[in-house]
């Protein structure tokens, strides 16, 4: 296990685990996928088979909790793996910005160690 004050260690948003389904969407193309993860600054979807995206683009998140919770967001591709996409806020509505804070709880402001490895 690495040490907490190593060089490698950085800090994080907590991610909250939470499988939900989550439509993303850009200009003409839309592609339904799952949640991984959220935090207060981004979050981690599952890549949608046949989606083409790439770091930097501009997609709208619309994610679906229970049947009462729904936040779309503007977030920004920073991550693209073979089974994942890492995806950072880039416009949160003001409408949608306290129920996004109550459902990640404590999660909204904790941070977590990681090592980028």
Do not use: C
């Not at 296990?1 to 003409?28: C, F, I, W």
């Not at 790439?54 to 229970?66: H, R």
């Not at 950072?88 to 402001?109: F, M, R, V």
Request: net charge negative; hydrophobic share 40%; no cysteine.
């Amino acid at each position: 296990m690495a040490d907490k004050e190593g060089p490698n260690v950085r800090y994080r948003h907590a991610r909250m685990k939470v499988q939900t389904a989550v439509l993303m969407s850009r200009g003409g193309e839309a592609h339904p996928t799952d949640l991984v993860d959220i935090s207060a600054t981004g979050a981690l979807l599952r890549r949608p088979s046949g989606w083409r995206g790439e770091p930097g683009q501009t997609w709208i998140l619309d994610m679906v909790f229970g049947h009462d919770l729904h936040i779309n967001v503007e977030a920004r591709v920073v991550r693209v793996g073979a089974r994942q996409i890492g995806m950072e806020y880039s416009l949160i509505p003001e409408h949608k910005q306290a129920p996004l804070w109550e459902l990640l709880g404590g999660y909204a402001d904790t941070l977590e160690a990681w090592t980028d490895e």
